[in-house]
């Protein structure tokens, strides 16, 4: 691998780069089995302790490359670890256990082990000296959210988290119903990462992070001839800030790839304005999630500075963005400290690879027909599967997955990255299963499609008939269920019905017309899953993606003979964390859905999904008429024993508890 640093100083006077660069992120945590991920700037043992509230401590060490401690390098110094721990021994459930990580850095002449208080004396909440987890005996609480945009002009939504978290820890709590309930689960629904939609600050601090870490050049194949060919190449140019789209080249007179495939990027309705400061390589991906998920990595690398020759937009939005991420880097260690203290789930959409990924059979023909789009989308999906893939399944690289991976860390650009993309492109067990009670089922919506042969251009389903046979499969025999899509499977109807028409008159990119009722297909096969005589009496859809929260009740009618009882769903979605709609516009759709559909409008006989009743809850303490909230923040559902939500609401940035109440009278038959 080749290596431009040999220590962990940069220049002469710069910061040292921190042991530990991102994380501890807890992941999948149940009586067996214990999982936390981390990367830090060298190979390190790692010692973890576990103290259970009234029982013996527990100690372990483990060794890089160990079962226990598989470990992925990428570079001089940035190494991938997972604590993957199985006990014999079960862990107390509904417990406080405490715990510390500390590592002995094979870079550390003195070898002294190092705990968080070195490495981030902020990791735990006040009157605690170390993070702490519970195994839940049953979920009664959850945290959700999706689509985390640093450069968002509104505050982190994790930050709301965090202050729910310091809450439950400290007994002030905002109702009587709260107390002592400590939320089971984070789950992060998509778009964790904007690899398509980057700052130009934030894209000049990843441009930095990756010489500061010293990870291999990647020689880039299918660029405009004159143009860099190579990251280096690229970071030497200043990174082409917002002018990366002259790297593609053109298809015909007419269109290039970038136009093909992000072709959207001027859309009335859905905006994506910094596509050409799309991250390219697979080092620019891995330091895009070091800057997001910790103020680590930040410390040691200077403030970007104002680029010559801007044009005077790109200049008034640099300046603009400046701001945003300045404000961003200060919520970054409430994000740390939530990551240390809740199991966490993670699921990629769009934008955690790019823009409107996979949206239709003529889509993908465009972006893996072409080497460098190939090559962009696949540098995406190893990086989510090594920040977030991994840690769903820890299983994951003994799954095929392990030798690709590692060859693609070690020589980017050459025939085994080109390789290793290949394997990720057709793997097919992103989707995954946690054992809670109720069990968190999560799907895949990006890479089992149901295309559409007939017009290509058409959107893909976002489940081909397989991955719903096997949904069918995993939801067998269950009372209840926490099922996490992506987006909304029951979305808002008039919003459907542009992206409907727009799909009509051949322009589905200009508006993301992506859910779950635009193909046929896909559409029948779901809401027979949900009527199936097998399948659970109660689904909690946890959804986010549209950048705006909403709440519907859906009863939906199974025995026609009126023997046994029908399911009850809730469809909730969360958007974004930091990410909203223009509020003017997010308003008149609002309104112009209650208006379109109300409970006696024609509208819903042109529009009938399948017998559904659907009951829209209230975001309290909004205007009159509004049933969307446009606020990033992060969602709270509590269940009670069977697996209903007894509470629903938005823990909002600007500091805002918003609950969704039930409208009754506002059923409509859908």
Known sequence: MPQTQTDSTFKTGQPELPPVLAGPILRKVTPDRVVIWLASRSAAKVRLELFPDHLPPLSFVFAPGTPELPILSAGVHLHYLLVDLQL??????????????SLQLDDDPEKTWQDHTVWAPDLCYPENDLPRFKVPTRVDALLHGSCRKPHSQERDGLTAADRHLAKCLSGDVDHESDKHVWPSLLVLSGDQVYVDDVAGPMLQSISLLVERLGLPDEAL????????????????AGGLLYKRETLLPKIDQNASVFDVLF????????????????LIT???????YLLVWSPAAWSSLPDPSVPDGLTEKDAKMYAQETGAIRQFREDLPACRRVLAHLPTAMMFDDHDVTDDWNLSLAWEEAAYGHPLSRRVIGNALVAYGINQGWGNRPEILAEGLSAPLRGSLEAPGSAKHDAAIGEFLSFEHWD?????????????????????ERNTHYPSGLLDWEAVTDLQGHLRGKSSVLLVSAAPIFGVKLIEAV????????????????????????ASAILNVFRHRSTPEHFVILSGDVHYSFVYDVELR????????????????????????????ISALDHGNRWAFSPRSPLNWFTKRRGMRVIPRKPVGTPHGRRILNASGIGLVMLDESGAPTDIRQLAASGEVVPFERRELEARLD
């Open 88 to 101: 014999k021994d079960p862990l107390p459930e509904d417990t406080w256990i405490s715990y510390r990580l």
């Open 221 to 236: 194949e299918g660029v405009e001839q004159g143009f860099p060919a190579s990251g280096n190449a690229l970071g030497k």
């Open 263 to 278: 072709g959207g990027t001027s859309k009335p309705v859905f905006t994506s304005q910094h596509a050409r400061n799309h």
């Open 282 to 288: 697979l080092a620019e991906m891995l330091a895009m």
């Open 432 to 452: 995954f299963e946690w054992p809670t009670s109720p069990p968190l089922i999560v799907l895949d919506t990006r890479t089992r499609r149901w295309r559409s």
């Open 499 to 522: 992206q409907r028409l727009f799909t009509v008159l051949g322009k589905p990119l200009m508006v993301d017309a992506e859910y779950w009722m635009a193909h046929p297909g896909t």
């Open 558 to 585: 199974r025995h026609r003979d009126g023997a046994g009882s029908d399911p009850k769903i809730w469809q909730i979605c969360s958007s974004g964390i930091k990410n909203t709609w223009p509020e003017k516009l």
